[in-house]
């Protein structure tokens, strides 16, 4: 019976939220938890979804389209990275409470979804299972992202 | 959370104060809505941890909601058919004993009018112990024909709307995330995030302010039962959690409280002013510690407003919408102040106005982008 009452996902994006490698290891129900303190937003190309300084107060996931991280005012020879649709951004000020290292602008038209920096803590700190499963992700991202620097700065 | 630095400037905070003035003014027209709305935000703060542990642990908002609800729809229910034939059954007794209370209230304060007139002679010459048994007399002969009508009908009038606090403590449980994703879709990407710190803002310090308010008429209630058992009142749980709950209608609610802790006193300790003392001193000692210890510490860090302002407010409030603008003026303030705030906060931030002039501009452009075809 309870299982008749468990929503149904309905949003054109809830198979794109587990693209979202944080996302791998939700079951269907878990993610259904995140959609709903997910916020949809559309951008156009070359708007910008953050500067670079800005306090950060939210996550940002990669529905569709692509988005250029790069140092402020010189999005073309500043780019620092391209990520495409699935991907993630806007973590580390979210995890250390620092300001944006860098400005995120849509290098297309693109959707984003947008979780606040409340509602992922207090998911991660009222939910054992997926704190873990995203907490391991979250590890596993960082510590790709710190290979990859030690590969191109000092190799 | 973080928080800006920035606190409203002179112009912001005339604008938040005469805001909060017009929004109670206009509340009041509505009090029918209002009153049980307000109710139901209690409610709402109350159940929504336990909707959250419900969510969290599989079920939908709809479910949660529905069932919390619920339980607290046929909790009220079964306390009112409970009630019911108690009350059917005592009113006899209960009147008389109404009667016996006003009447050693009466002689309370008779006794010490009289015992006032013996030791001053303004009060002598004010005939303050005649005049004030001429206005009892007035009061018990007219109370039936004057205020009896308007009372019972105002309890009619007002009930069916209090039956609406379930349900739309049902709906904020069900539809808080949804409503609030249905406000950010109205914001401009370039302002988003500062107003999703706003709305978190705003539902953390109604949270605190809400939760504060049950807490603390808890502690109230708790000192009021203590009270009252080593004064050897009769029935003093009874008696501490009516003048509990009634103490939380700032200024009148004390003292309609301490005024049925004297009728008490006058009527069971006949002749013992002492007792009438102290209740008197108790009161004092729980408004004192309301207000320099436990208001500041529970209530007060909630909305983050200074006292002076609080008490100028509360009066403001009292004289717009009576009681209810007692009740209303803080939360309602402290709402409007982050509103302001932040609103401050956007507008005189030129890069995030930069930002969105700009969006705006490519959102023109990319809706001409295929108007003209390439040759």
Redesign the interface.
């Given at each position: 019976m309870?299982k008749l009452?468990?929503?149904k996902n309905v949003s054109p994006h809830f198979s794109k939220l587990r693209e979202v490698p944080l996302f791998a290891d939700l079951t269907h129900?878990e993610l259904g938890?995140i959609q709903?303190?997910l916020?949809e937003?559309e951008?156009?190309?070359?708007?910008?979804?953050?500067?670079e300084g800005?306090?950060g107060?939210?996550i940002y996931f990669l529905f569709s389209g692509k988005v250029l991280i790069c140092r402020q005012g010189r999005p073309v020879d500043g780019a620092i990275a391209e990520l495409p649709n699935g991907q993630f951004f806007g973590e580390l000020a979210l995890l250390d409470?620092s300001p944006r290292s860098a400005q995120v602008r849509a290098a297309e038209?693109c959707t984003i979804g947008?979780l606040?920096?409340?509602d992922f803590l207090t998911l991660l700190e009222?939910?054992a299972t997926v704190a873990s499963k995203i907490s391991l992700q979250l590890s596993r991202h960082i510590g790709k992202r710190l290979r990859e620097a030690i590969h191109r700065y000092v190799l | 959370?973080?928080k800006d630095d920035s606190s409203p400037g002179p112009i912001t905070w005339c604008v938040i104060i005469a805001t909060t003035c017009v929004l109670l003014f206009l509340l009041q027209k509505i009090l029918w809505l209002v009153v049980p709305f307000f109710l139901a935000l209690v409610l709402y703060y109350l159940l929504d941890p336990f909707a959250?542990?419900m969510?969290?642990s599989?079920?939908?908002?709809?479910?949660a909601a529905a069932t919390l609800s619920g339980i607290f729809l046929l909790a009220t229910i079964n306390v009112l058919l409970f009630l019911y034939p108690m009350v059917l059954s005592h009113i006899d007794s209960w009147q008389d004993t109404m009667s016996r209370y006003m009447t050693g209230g009466y002689s309370l304060i008779d006794s010490i009018l009289t015992g006032l007139e013996q030791q001053f002679n303004f009060a002598r010459n004010a005939h303050m112990a005649d005049s004030m048994r001429s206005n009892v007399t007035a009061l018990q002969d007219n109370f039936a024909q004057h205020y009896l009508g308007t009372l019972i009908l105002g309890i009619a009038a007002w009930l069916p709307s209090l039956l609406l606090i379930p349900m739309v403590a049902y709906f904020l449980l069900k539809e808080s995330?949804h409503f609030r994703?249905f406000l950010?879709l109205a914001v401009p990407?370039?302002f988003?995030?500062?107003t999703?710190?706003l709305s978190?803002a705003i539902d953390r310090a109604a949270r605190l302010y809400f939760v504060g308010l049950i807490k603390l008429a808890a502690i109230d209630t708790f000192m009021l039962i203590l009270g009252f058992w080593l004064l050897d009142f009769p029935a003093p749980i009874f008696l501490g959690i009516v003048v509990g709950i009634l103490g939380q209608v700032p200024y009148v609610g004390p003292l309609i409280g301490c005024i049925l802790a004297l009728l008490v006193s006058g009527t069971d300790f006949p002749g013992d002013v002492s007792t009438a003392y102290n209740v008197v001193i108790l009161f004092l000692v729980i408004r004192l510690l309301d207000d320099f210890l436990l208001i500041p510490s529970v209530v007060g860090k909630s909305l983050n407003l200074h006292p002076l302002l609080s008490i100028l407010m509360l009066f403001v409030g009292g004289t717009i919408a009576g009681i209810a603008g007692l009740m209303l003026v803080l939360p309602i303030l402290g709402i409007v102040m982050l509103l302001g705030e932040t609103l401050e906060i956007i507008l005189t931030d030129k890069?995030l106005m930069a930002?969105h002039a700009?969006?705006v501009q490519?959102?023109e452009l990319?809706a001409k982008r295929d108007l003209i075809l390439p040759n």
């Amino acid at each position: 019976m309870f299982k008749l009452l468990l929503k149904k996902n309905v949003s054109p994006h809830f198979s794109k939220l587990r693209e979202v490698p944080l996302f791998a290891d939700l079951t269907h129900r878990e993610l259904g938890i995140i959609q709903e303190l997910l916020h949809e937003r559309e951008y156009v190309k070359d708007e910008i979804v953050f500067d670079e300084g800005e306090e950060g107060q939210a996550i940002y996931f990669l529905f569709s389209g692509k988005v250029l991280i790069c140092r402020q005012g010189r999005p073309v020879d500043g780019a620092i990275a391209e990520l495409p649709n699935g991907q993630f951004f806007g973590e580390l000020a979210l995890l250390d409470n620092s300001p944006r290292s860098a400005q995120v602008r849509a290098a297309e038209d693109c959707t984003i979804g947008v979780l606040f920096r409340e509602d992922f803590l207090t998911l991660l700190e009222t939910h054992a299972t997926v704190a873990s499963k995203i907490s391991l992700q979250l590890s596993r991202h960082i510590g790709k992202r710190l290979r990859e620097a030690i590969h191109r700065y000092v190799l | 959370m973080e928080k800006d630095d920035s606190s409203p400037g002179p112009i912001t905070w005339c604008v938040i104060i005469a805001t909060t003035c017009v929004l109670l003014f206009l509340l009041q027209k509505i009090l029918w809505l209002v009153v049980p709305f307000f109710l139901a935000l209690v409610l709402y703060y109350l159940l929504d941890p336990f909707a959250k542990k419900m969510v969290l642990s599989g079920h939908t908002h709809n479910f949660a909601a529905a069932t919390l609800s619920g339980i607290f729809l046929l909790a009220t229910i079964n306390v009112l058919l409970f009630l019911y034939p108690m009350v059917l059954s005592h009113i006899d007794s209960w009147q008389d004993t109404m009667s016996r209370y006003m009447t050693g209230g009466y002689s309370l304060i008779d006794s010490i009018l009289t015992g006032l007139e013996q030791q001053f002679n303004f009060a002598r010459n004010a005939h303050m112990a005649d005049s004030m048994r001429s206005n009892v007399t007035a009061l018990q002969d007219n109370f039936a024909q004057h205020y009896l009508g308007t009372l019972i009908l105002g309890i009619a009038a007002w009930l069916p709307s209090l039956l609406l606090i379930p349900m739309v403590a049902y709906f904020l449980l069900k539809e808080s995330n949804h409503f609030r994703q249905f406000l950010g879709l109205a914001v401009p990407n370039a302002f988003f995030e500062k107003t999703l710190y706003l709305s978190h803002a705003i539902d953390r310090a109604a949270r605190l302010y809400f939760v504060g308010l049950i807490k603390l008429a808890a502690i109230d209630t708790f000192m009021l039962i203590l009270g009252f058992w080593l004064l050897d009142f009769p029935a003093p749980i009874f008696l501490g959690i009516v003048v509990g709950i009634l103490g939380q209608v700032p200024y009148v609610g004390p003292l309609i409280g301490c005024i049925l802790a004297l009728l008490v006193s006058g009527t069971d300790f006949p002749g013992d002013v002492s007792t009438a003392y102290n209740v008197v001193i108790l009161f004092l000692v729980i408004r004192l510690l309301d207000d320099f210890l436990l208001i500041p510490s529970v209530v007060g860090k909630s909305l983050n407003l200074h006292p002076l302002l609080s008490i100028l407010m509360l009066f403001v409030g009292g004289t717009i919408a009576g009681i209810a603008g007692l009740m209303l003026v803080l939360p309602i303030l402290g709402i409007v102040m982050l509103l302001g705030e932040t609103l401050e906060i956007i507008l005189t931030d030129k890069r995030l106005m930069a930002r969105h002039a700009y969006a705006v501009q490519l959102r023109e452009l990319a809706a001409k982008r295929d108007l003209i075809l390439p040759n």
